[in-house]
């Protein structure tokens, strides 16, 4: 049996370490404890780690070496680091992703892991199609983070306390705007990007809880996180905040500036996210893309298939590709002999652009056919997220032409993971076959 580890954790003791590791490994993060630094190393290597945390009890310093070797050592992957403990301070490390404070709860750390990693993955699907794109001639820049002070939303009641927060969030730099209420918090959060939200929560966190609950349920505002500074959570406990989308919690018992620093640290990780995936965005939108859909044309997809293929196995990472094709009904049949099927492709290619991920890569195989590759997706993860595309797109009414009722689109997909990459064309034609009516 070949052991294997999501999350590595270096720790010279059990304080920190012991109830994180078994807190995360009961949420599905499986982990490995390395009481050194070359353990740490030993383990990185060795075992298909996603992810690291390292307690910085030890000394900010000595972490931050033992990161940048670990960075070296994962290369090509992208490892995201997370530092929790050590000493509060304004100034952000380079060498770190993320630093929480402790205590930390498995929950809360299992919620800024997935986002990290997911960053993560986008990161190292940017550097592909940086490769693909110059042996077309086109150079894509690195992702830029911007410079422009920190933005924070704070919503709630301007108590003492929670001035006191706004104003040490304003002097480290930050940009703070005050909303009072939710509904000009979500006014907000709807005209205005922001790097974190701060949600005063006083005695009761009710309203504020709805406020995260609903940028939860917002595509746009779901990663965007959240940090609630209330007196009590009541017959709320800290985890079930964080299971409910809470980034972290504080409360005025906490120094402010702990607080303002902690807030930073979630908005400095958020920018820089933020910064990835708009380069990837940027990336989808050149003159080689399908010209009705704007996804990838047949040719670019499998120039950049290659690539995909021969990076998952070094980096460890499972590749996935789905295959999804115009079921024919009579509806689309007709809509097909009329012409309108042919001008509801630019529709359904923004849609499918905007139901993947933005390290997915989508394309036009052929005139009613569509693939997708997903990395770091093993296959079950990668049919719920095909499944989850048709869906929607089969709720959707498309015109029909004058005099003819809207008709509606439903696919067949396919689905098959890679695994020899010198085979994915064998692969990609797997999946091609499995969305055949019958297959």
């Not at 999350?7 to 003791?13: P, Q, S, T």
């Not at 498995?106 to 800024?112: E, L």
């Not at 032409?401 to 990609?428: C, H, K, Y």
């Amino acid at each position: 049996m070949v052991l294997q580890a999501r999350l590595l954790i270096a720790a010279r003791n059990d304080e920190m370490a012991g109830p994180l590791s078994e807190g995360l490994d009961q949420l599905g993060w499986r982990t490995i404890t390395a009481r050194g630094p070359y353990a740490a190393e030993a383990a990185l290597a060795d075992l298909g780690v996603q992810a690291v945390v390292i307690d910085l009890a030890d000394g900010l310093e000595e972490a931050e070496a033992l990161a940048r070797r670990l960075r070296v050592l994962a290369e090509p992957k992208r490892v995201p680091i997370i530092g929790i403990g050590g000493g509060r301070d304004a100034a952000p490390s380079d060498a770190l992703d993320l630093r929480l404070a402790d205590p930390v709860y498995p929950a809360q750390v299992a919620m800024r892991l997935d986002s990290l990693v997911r960053t993560a993955v986008a990161e190292e699907e940017y550097r592909l199609r940086q490769e693909t794109f110059a042996e077309m001639g086109v150079v894509l820049g690195d992702p830029e983070v911007s410079a422009e002070p920190l933005r924070l939303l704070a919503v709630g009641e301007p108590t003492p306390q929670f001035l006191g927060l706004s104003n040490c969030l304003e002097v480290s730099g930050a940009k703070v705007v005050g909303a009072f209420t939710s509904y000009t918090a979500f006014d907000f959060l709807h005209e205005t990007d922001f790097d974190a939200v701060v949600l005063w929560g006083g005695d009761a966190a009710d309203s504020a809880m709805a406020i995260a609950g609903g940028m939860r349920r917002n595509s746009r505002l779901y990663h965007i996180p959240t940090l609630l500074y209330m007196k009590t959570l009541g017959g709320m406990t800290a985890a079930e905040a964080y299971a409910r989308g809470i980034s972290d919690v504080a409360s005025p018992e906490t120094p402010e500036p702990e607080t303002a620093w902690r807030a930073l640290e979630l908005a400095r990780s958020y920018r820089r996210q933020a910064g990835v995936r708009a380069a990837l965005e940027t990336a989808r939108s050149l003159q080689f893309m399908d010209p009705e859909t704007g996804l990838f044309t047949r040719e670019l997809f499998a120039r950049h298939l290659e690539r995909l293929a021969d990076s998952a196995p070094v980096r460890n990472r499972p590749l996935t590709l789905c295959v999804l094709r115009v079921r024919d009904t009579e509806e689309v049949e007709e809509a097909r002999r009329s012409g309108w099927l042919e001008k509801a492709f630019p529709q359904l290619g923004s849609m499918v652009s905007r139901l993947i991920r933005v390290e997915d890569t989508a394309a036009r195989l052929g005139p009613e056919h569509f693939a997708i590759a997903l990395p770091a997706t093993p296959e079950e993860a990668a049919r719920a997220a095909a499944d989850r595309i048709a869906a929607v797109i089969s709720r959707t009414a498309f015109d029909g032409g004058e005099g003819r009722p809207p008709f509606v689109l439903e696919f067949d997909i396919g689905t098959a993971e890679v695994g020899d990459p010198s085979q994915v064309g064998r692969t990609l034609d797997l999946a091609a076959q499995m969305s055949r009516p019958g297959a």
